[in-house]
């Protein structure tokens, strides 16, 4: 089982485009957690998808936006690019019944630079 | 609103010595606890739940409800100990799991 799979591994955008980050979760895992961790800071939470829905959002704007496929599958949007979006954004996974017992499992993350 | 707060960004110990990662939290409910460490290289991955009541690598963390703190111990530190920590907190039945800013322990020979 590779676990939470998270691609690409590193991006470079330029300021006011648009970027999709995508995420695969662990085998028997069907709820995903995207995360924003800035250089020195905490994961800060974005939002959690379950059953192709947002079940809940953190304190982030409308131009992050995400998706769950039937897969359990997700992606992470993000519109109208700014310098301060720059940092590894961070995929968890976790059986939602579960949760508690284990808490979550993370994926390596995807380093995005917006320039 | 929930807040976890991990005073130190650093701390460094020698090898064989206690060490205790501190986590204070604000929250009125009953809170779900968790440590999370990664090493140099890794990802970040869950090391403690506070519902267990169990020892992981020898560290143990008991949640201090009067105190509000959940501190990670360990009586005897390991080069390999060595790592980012984490303190994270949920509000049980919620999803929004918020972290500290993390402290970076380095045991040292």
């Known amino acids: 089982d590779a676990g939470v799979t998270q691609s690409p591994t590193h991006l470079i955008k330029t300021r006011g485009q648009q970027v999709t980050l995508r995420c695969s979760p662990k085998?028997?895992?069907?709820?995903v957690s995207w995360y924003q961790q800035a250089l020195g800071q905490g994961p800060q939470f974005i939002f959690q998808?379950?059953?192709?829905?947002?079940?809940q959002r953190g304190n982030f704007p409308d131009r992050f936006s995400g998706h769950q496929f039937p897969n359990y599958s997700s992606e992470l949007n993000v519109n109208a690019l700014l310098l301060g979006d720059s940092a590894l954004y961070l995929c968890?996974?976790?059986?939602?019944?579960?949760?508690?017992?284990?808490?979550?499992?993370f994926g390596s993350g995807t380093r995005l630079t917006v320039v | 609103a929930q807040r976890v707060t991990q005073p130190e960004k650093l701390l460094s110990v020698f090898k064989g010595a206690p060490v205790e990662l501190k986590c204070n939290y604000s929250?009125?409910?009953?809170?779900?606890l968790f440590w999370y460490v990664q090493y140099s290289r890794q990802r970040l991955q869950l090391l403690l739940r506070?519902?267990s009541r169990e020892s992981i690598k020898g560290f143990t963390a008991d949640l201090n409800k009067g105190e509000t703190s959940f501190h990670l111990k360990k009586p005897f530190a390991q080069e390999e100990d060595s790592a980012m920590y984490y303190c994270?907190?949920?509000?049980?039945?919620?999803?929004?799991?918020?972290f500290g800013a993390g402290t970076r322990l380095t045991v040292k020979p």
């Open positions: 968890a996974s976790s059986f939602l019944r579960d949760s508690t017992n284990y808490g979550y499992t």
């Open positions: 085998s028997g895992h069907d709820t």
């Open positions: 998808y379950y059953e192709e829905e947002e079940r």
């Open positions: 929250y009125s409910g009953s809170p779900e």
């Open positions: 506070h519902i």
């Open positions: 994270a907190l949920r509000e049980k039945g919620n999803n929004d799991m918020r």
